[in-house]
Nanobody, 119 residues
Framework: QVQLVESGGGLVQPGGSLTLSCAAS????????MSWYRQAPGKERELVAA????????NYEDSVKGRFTISRDNARNTVYLQMNSLKPEDTAVYYC????????????WGQGTQVTVSS
């Protein structure tokens, strides 16, 4: 059974930090590029950060560059999103997304975790 389980969301004050985790199971994690998306109320889902299956390359949405860091541990089948200097506009549901980039198609979504930045 394929699962992507996000954790680490919550309420944080502006300027604070959170680390999101996404634990994968039921598929060959190292075959998949991983991404974090977010969706704020009334807005479309947007890509926040992505990392290749080997972890050698990353990319970020402009508004989070220098504040967020995506990383992965293929031995633990987990991808992380370290979020620093959080702003109220970072408030959203954050989703983990897996896209197969080796050996054929495949994609999976997590169920999401809420991040709220507010004083």
């Amino acid at each position: 059974q394929v699962q992507l389980v996000e954790s680490g969301g919550g309420l944080v004050q502006p300027g604070g930090s959170l680390t999101l985790s996404c634990a994968a199971s039921g598929f060959a994690f190292s075959f998949y590029a991983m991404s974090w998306y977010r969706q704020a109320p009334g807005k479309e889902r947007e890509l926040v950060a992505a990392i290749t299956r080997t972890g050698t390359s990353t990319n970020y949405e402009d508004s989070v560059k220098g504040r967020f860091t995506i990383s992965r541990d293929n031995a633990r089948n987990t991808v992380y999103l370290q979020m620093n200097s959080l702003k109220p506009e970072d408030t959203a549901v954050y989703y983990c997304y897996a896209r197969r980039t080796l050996g054929g198609p495949g994609e999976y979504w997590g169920q999401g975790t809420q991040v709220t930045v507010s004083s």
